[in-house]
């Protein structure tokens, strides 16, 4: 079997959404627990959550958001398909249901996501290294093509696929995650021809659904990240036989984790317009936090000679 050095993209989502949360992820990035982070611009704590990348030198990109709260762009603050009957997003299953219905207008998604590439710079002084999307919106029809003219025309190189190896086969998933989980999988795996014919780029893997919240422990990201380089291997063996030796022993796989740890909000403060969700006031917050933080999981990465990095470190 070949073997592979591996670069691991650990990306704190939902950067900005409340202090706790900033305070947390800034905790694991100065712990080498987490390398990336991806920002909610709309998020009640955005403006802070850019300071502190600013003074830790945290590599950030955009964490785009069109389910979650309010939007950015101030044409579509009022009158929007994006909006629902109190005037924020849809939330995340009313996003797609409104877009499976046909009501959601393309024009104002692009607009939207170019405010928020806009306010992601005049917050950062820079584009987004990367940009992926809260609630994995980017990969859904119709908004995937708009995503990736927005990444083309801005020159932003990177992205997120969320197709996990060995997902199918996570017993501990309960069936209603699962469901959606294989919505995005199926979404993600209708993207990857749109995304490739505008240049855009991924990890080889990724991680992130089997282990999100209590489902996160120290010998579930081991075993999924044993198992997707192994995967990875077995697929290109027959490929690299045609490079020489030194080429195959050269031959590098990126693997970005999703986590999304932290301290759990408390209300009223934090959100993205209308208050604090459940998901960001849970304890899973803190479990994952903990988990990413553990001696036995940095060990692992040191034993495995496993390199931490950012997107813009490929």
């Known amino acids: 079997m070949l073997q592979a050095r591996v670069k691991l993209i650990v990306t704190g989502d939902d950067f900005g959404y409340c202090p706790r949360r900033n305070q947390g992820i800034v905790e694991c990035f100065l712990a080498g ?32 958001n069109l389910s979650e709260g309010s939007p950015v762009c101030k044409a579509l603050k009022k009158n929007s398909s994006l909006l629902n009957k109190d005037g924020f997003f849809h939330g995340k299953m009313g996003f797609r249901t409104v877009l499976a219905k046909g009501l959601l207008k393309m024009s104002e998604v692009k607009q939207e996501l170019t405010a928020q590439v806009d306010l992601f710079h ?19 029809p119709e908004v995937r093509c708009v995503f990736a003219q927005v990444l083309e025309e801005y020159g932003i190189k990177y992205t997120r696929v969320p197709i996990e190896p060995g997902l199918h086969n996570c017993a501990w998933i309960e069936p209603p995650e699962m469901d959606f989980y294989l919505g995005v999988e199926k979404d993600s795996l209708d993207t990857v021809d749109v ?54 022993q050269s031959r590098t796989v990126t693997v970005e984790l999703m986590v999304h740890p932290g301290y759990p909000t408390i209300p009223p403060v934090g959100g993205c317009g ?11 917050r803190l479990h994952e936090l903990q988990t990413l933080m553990n001696p036995e999981l940095q060990n692992y990465y040191k034993t495995r000679n496993i390199q931490l990095c950012a997107f813009k470190d490929l």
Request: no cysteine.
């Open 122 to 140: 005049e917050l950062t002084g820079h584009v987004p290294h990367h940009m992926d999307g809260h609630q994995h919106v980017h990969v859904l």
């Open 33 to 64: 627990a987490v390398s990336n982070v991806s920002l909610l611009v709309n998020g009640s704590a955005a403006p802070d959550a850019a300071q502190l990348a600013r003074r830790h030198n945290i590599p950030i990109g955009l964490h785009a």
């Open 195 to 248: 995304f490739t014919k505008h240049g855009i780029r991924w990890a080889d893997i990724y991680i992130g659904l089997s282990t999100m919240g209590k489902n996160m422990s120290v010998s579930n990201i081991q075993s999924a990240i044993d198992t997707a380089v192994v995967a990875s291997a077995t697929k290109e063996n027959s490929l690299m036989t045609q490079f020489s030796p030194q080429q195959q």
């Open 274 to 284: 209308e208050g604090p969700d459940d998901f960001s006031q849970s304890r899973e």
